[in-house]
């Protein structure tokens, strides 16, 4: 549940904190007065894109910050955890900042995250619905759950995930197995190559104490005729 939206230097807003109570919550006035705003900054929170065109005029950036109570919310606790964010006694504080060069910084219970580790996030925690919008039905995840759930396919669905899972992890598995008969085929034909060269090398036994002695005597020779040239 969202529990405190502050917005600050948004558009036309200058500083707003907006506690809510558990239920509706509805806000109403005049044409003009934020409440849309209000509304587009909840969206900043959850992942929207933003431009330095939101920062009131006269300031350097706006700031969009909001506390969500999602304790009871196993999807988002597990949502938080897959981008490396504790939730400090299911508690969720996130806060956004964009400059007007457009540039975005992002927090979530006080560690820098990423606008898509927000928008992960959010998710599960905000749907925002509009006259020609409803944020989360234009997923394909969601329009899957809304229809097994529709076909009463709960039990049917788990089965496919788990057998997907077991196929990828096959898949994945046999590849592995590819890559590694490849390396092996690739290591046998060096090895042939090697042999050849040494076939058409044919060396014979104690050659190489004869070459090693061959050396060492040219190496004496030249070392006596520089010292005849000197």
Same mark, same amino acid.
């Given at each position: 549940?969202?529990?405190?939206?502050?917005?600050?230097?948004?558009?036309?807003?200058?500083?707003?904190?907006?506690?809510?109570?558990?239920?509706?919550?509805?806000?109403?006035?005049?044409?003009?007065?934020?409440?849309?705003?209000?509304?587009?900054?909840?969206?900043?929170?959850?992942?929207?894109?933003?431009?330095?065109?939101?920062?009131?005029?006269?300031?350097?950036?706006?700031?969009?910050?909001?506390?969500?109570?999602?304790?009871?919310?196993?999807?988002?606790?597990?949502?938080?955890?897959?981008?490396?964010?504790?939730?400090?006694?299911?508690?969720?504080?996130?806060?956004?900042?964009?400059?007007?060069?457009?540039?975005?910084?992002?927090?979530?219970?006080?560690?820098?995250?990423?606008?898509?580790?927000?928008?992960?996030?959010?998710?599960?925690?905000?749907?925002? +619905?509009?006259?020609? %919008?409803?944020?989360?039905?234009?997923? =394909?995840?969601?329009?899957? #759950?809304? $229809? &097994?759930?529709? /076909?009463?396919?709960?039990?049917?669905?788990?089965?496919?995930?788990?057998?997907?899972?077991?196929?990828?992890?096959?898949?994945?598995?046999?590849?592995?197995?590819?890559?590694?008969?490849?390396?092996?085929?690739?290591?046998?034909?060096?090895?042939? +190559?090697?042999?050849? %060269?040494?076939?058409?090398?044919?060396? =014979?036994?104690?050659?190489? #104490?004869? $070459? &090693?002695?061959? /050396?060492?005597?040219?190496?004496?020779?030249?070392?006596?005729?520089?010292?005849?040239?000197?």
């Amino acid at each position: 549940m969202l529990r405190e939206l502050r917005v600050r230097d948004v558009a036309v807003i200058a500083d707003v904190s907006l506690p809510l109570r558990p239920g509706l919550n509805v806000l109403t006035g005049e044409t003009g007065a934020g409440k849309s705003m209000l509304v587009d900054a909840l969206a900043l929170l959850v992942g929207e894109r933003a431009s330095g065109d939101l920062v009131r005029p006269g300031q350097d950036r706006a700031v969009v910050e909001a506390a969500f109570e999602c304790s009871a919310s196993a999807v988002a606790v597990r949502t938080a955890a897959d981008v490396g964010i504790d939730l400090d006694q299911g508690e969720l504080v996130v806060r956004r900042e964009i400059n007007r060069a457009g540039r975005n910084r992002a927090w979530a219970n006080g560690s820098p995250a990423s606008v898509g580790a927000l928008a992960a996030m959010g998710g599960p925690l905000v749907d925002l +619905h509009g006259q020609h %919008e409803a944020q989360s039905l234009l997923h =394909a995840d969601v329009q899957r #759950e809304i $229809l &097994d759930a529709y /076909a009463s396919a709960g039990d049917a669905r788990a089965l496919v995930r788990t057998v997907f899972a077991d196929a990828r992890a096959l898949r994945n598995e046999e590849r592995t197995l590819q890559e590694r008969r490849e390396e092996v085929k690739r290591r046998a034909d060096y090895l042939r +190559h090697v042999v050849e %060269e040494i076939r058409a090398a044919a060396p =014979a036994i104690g050659e190489d #104490e004869a $070459l &090693d002695t061959e /050396a060492r005597r040219l190496a004496n020779a030249e070392e006596v005729t520089g010292l005849a040239e000197r």
